[in-house]
């Protein structure tokens, strides 16, 4: 008998009848023999309703009443979803947060999970109950409502997977599972069968918006094994993100092609080579709350140096804004931007043990006539930055150069 | 400095604005250096919403998971006026009833309130808080989520002020205080400036909804001063409900008039005269769930008697079924009923010392032409059923004989 955590997402339980769907499934899983804990979110669109809700009467909403506010969404669908599974004879019960217990710290509205009493959900599944729990959604020692931020019921699964040592967690979207890149962009882009769960960080970074990345370096810590599903296929077996990679097979060299189209880059021209000036840009970016992703300098000459990162495009202006001012006090020569551009990065385990890939990658986009104006690479990574116009014809060109069509 | 326990109902928090103007009324009580506990309702209509969505899942709902999903609404509230405070200035926490903690029965839907910790309430009005709190629920000894039943939020807020000993509980509705009959039947009708807390139930359980029968008997069994205002009103005093009827004032006998149209009867003639029938008939009713509410039986002649009682107008026809069956099993020759009736009653602590008030009220209507169905009376109220076409002048003469009017 294998004790699995199935987590279902908000498109998955819009309605009534889709949850009514979800309890099928549920069960189904239960009579194959299967003890079965169920982690829901909200309806698709309450989350987004509550919080419009709480601006109305407050345009900064307090944290911890945000979070009075916005668990309550999560607490309909676990009630409802009881419900459907005792309409098909099956026994549940459902659980918040705070009574499960998902302790967490008093960080409202981002809170991080400290551990989880295991106590209520055992006696339940022994008893022959599936177990529904509200994603999202945890208590602080004080006995506060605390939320775990924008995906936190990915987050919530995959700690209830651990703190349980459940066999398989299983997160149920409206894909199918991880695809070498996005099938609208490459007709022919393959559903993995599975990926490393470093592979599946860079992915979800890069903007492949199937798991939210918290969950997954979550599931790699604690080795939870994490399978990604459709909530509306009844077939496949999803994309299973593993801990080692597959030795047996001839793995390719490369999983999959990511791209992000919401960026913009930033350069400060004639910087004084001398320490501390990427904190002294970077540190004024942060305080202005501003997500840095790249990061790019070059060796100077002349005693100067280029200084270069990426934000979201969303923040460009704030971002320019800011280095304007930062040019005086450092001395620097100009600042120049680009929020016309987009990121495209090859992305896997087998690069680390076939030195070529970078050469075999830039030769690609070489012969198209792309130009790269940023490069940057991790240990599993290759991340380009390119005109935007490029991003379709790059993507393509990636995904058939290392093989993924086949 | 006086501690006041305001609660709102559902009209006066249905939406920002009017939550907004809530807090304005609270900061102003606090202002006048009282501590303010509030205890708020779901927004009106949000309780039937959730409870259509549980009946789309589940005809007949889980109670355990209804009170889970249900419970959300009131959550909701206390999130918004807590930040609408905060946004006023005012320090305010809210606390959902598990938070509390209002400890409870389990009776799930209908919970029964055991006991109320004052811990965390205590602490954060000492600090200078305004204490939010969401009615109509709280938490088992098992930490399973109930909710006390329809109009439940009144008598949590009677239950607050009990336990934490407040100077009085004053209960925000959409009408300014208890009048002596409804003003939409007799433009005459007087608010009255206080009432007993008998007069209050019999006025409650006969048609005035202005609050919940149950935390009347709370209020009286533990000595709560309440009080009854309109929150869309910044001037009034309401009406104040009494423990003592008031020595000092030449009391009017009758305080009020109060009547139901919503009543049907029925009555079952020629009932063998023995003991145990009263049971047989309103046993099998009872059964069935069905509410009755005057009974009437009088002296038998012949070895027979008739058995009248009235039901909700809504269930007329099922008890006039089960009378049917029960019928044969009595014995009994014929079961009548009209639905076509309505209920008139007086009410006041005065009748007590003047015993002619009776006869006052059946000369009356005598004297309109109105006959009198059936009587029914207790130590403060006279009740008469009358043909519903009568009601309106029944009501209107009662008001003007005993002095209402005035």
Redesign the interface.
């Known amino acids: 008998m294998a004790l699995i955590v199935q987590k279902y997402g908000g498109t998955s339980v819009a309605n009534?009848e889709r949850?009514?769907n979800v309890a099928k499934r549920v069960a189904k899983f239960q009579a194959q023999g299967n003890q079965v804990v169920v982690v829901l979110s909200a309806m698709s669109g309450e989350t987004n309703k509550?919080i419009a809700?709480?601006k109305?009467?407050?345009a900064n909403?307090?944290p911890?009443?945000?979070d009075?506010?916005m668990?309550?969404g999560e607490?309909?669908t676990?009630?409802?979803l009881?419900?459907?599974l005792?309409?098909l004879g099956v026994k549940a019960?459902?659980y918040?947060g705070?009574?499960v217990k998902v302790l967490t710290d008093s960080t409202f509205t981002k809170a991080r999970i400290l551990s989880i009493d295991e106590g209520n959900m055992r006696r339940d599944l022994e008893a022959g109950n599936v177990v529904v729990v509200a994603g999202f959604q945890g208590v602080d020692a004080d006995?506060?409502?605390t939320t775990l931020g924008r995906g936190g019921s990915d987050t919530s699964g995959v700690a209830l997977a651990a703190a349980l040592k459940a066999d398989e967690c299983q997160i149920y979207t409206d894909v199918d599972g991880v695809y070498t890149t996005d099938p609208r962009v490459v007709p022919e882009a393959k559903k993995l069968d599975t990926i490393t769960f470093e592979e599946m960080l860079e992915m979800a970074s890069l903007g492949s918006k199937v798991l939210q990345i918290r969950s997954v370096e979550f599931a790699g810590k604690y080795k939870v094994k994490l399978r990604v599903l459709s909530s509306f296929q009844d077939e496949g077996e999803g994309t299973l993100i593993t801990v080692e990679e597959d030795k047996n097979m001839e793995q390719p060299i490369i999983s999959g092609i990511a791209f992000n189209r919401d960026e913009a880059k930033l350069t400060m021209l004639g910087v004084p080579d001398k320490p501390g000036i990427a904190y002294q840009i970077l540190g004024a970016i942060a305080a202005a709350n501003i997500d840095v992703d790249m990061i790019i300098q070059n060796v100077g000459h002349d005693g100067t140096t280029d200084f270069s990162f990426t934000v979201n495009r969303g923040e460009f202006a704030k971002a320019q804004a800011i280095l304007d001012t930062v040019k005086g006090e450092l001395g620097a020569r100009q600042v120049v931007g680009d929020n016309k551009i987009c990121k495209v990065s090859a992305v896997g385990v087998g690069m680390r043990s076939h030195p070529g890939v970078a050469s075999q990658m830039f030769k690609a986009l070489a012969d198209e006539g792309i130009n790269i104006q940023m490069i940057s690479t991790s240990e599993i990574k290759i991340s380009v930055v390119l005109d935007e116009k490029y991003l379709e014809l790059a993507v393509r060109v990636l995904h058939r150069t290392f093989g993924l069509d086949q």
């Open positions: 009534p949850i009514k509550l809700l709480a109305e009467i407050q909403p307090d911890r009443e945000l009075m506010i668990s309550t607490q309909v676990i009630g409802l009881a419900m459907a005792q309409e019960r459902s918040t705070g009574q006995g506060n409502i």
